[in-house]
């Protein structure tokens, strides 16, 4: 089973910009992988996916703002994340869905 490692989160100014790390344990380049967040009392959130041929999609709140890539030889997905806002705080997930695999998150804050 694959195993995913989320890494790169925390506290950032309102303006600023963080990169997120999903680590598989396995090779992943076949697969789709999506990153969600969750904030404090609310439903989790599909932020957006990368797909195995490289094309990506966005919810429209990040568009512009969020980039998703992916390095197959390394097994890692990148959420790039500019201009951050207060409102995207959140803890971020990278999931696969074909095997609805998790990783256990990883907490942004964006405060001043």
């Known amino acids: 089973q694959v195993q995913l490692v989320e890494s790169g989160g925390g506290l950032v100014q309102p303006g600023g910009s963080l990169r997120l790390s999903c680590a598989a344990s396995?090779?992943?380049?076949?697969?789709?992988v999506a990153w969600y967040r969750q904030a404090p009392g609310k439903q989790r959130e599909l932020v957006g996916t990368?797909?195995?041929?490289?094309?990506?999609n966005y919810v429209d709140s990040v568009k512009g703002r969020f980039t998703i890539s992916r390095d197959n030889s390394e097994q890692t997905v990148y959420l790039q994340m500019t201009t951050l806002k207060p409102d995207d705080t959140a803890r971020y997930y990278c999931?696969?869905?074909?095997?609805?695999?998790w990783g256990q998150g990883t907490q942004v804050t964006v405060s001043s």
């Open positions: 999931m696969i869905p074909d095997i609805n695999t």
């Open positions: 396995e090779d992943i380049s076949r697969m789709a």
């Open positions: 990368i797909f195995r041929n490289g094309l990506t």
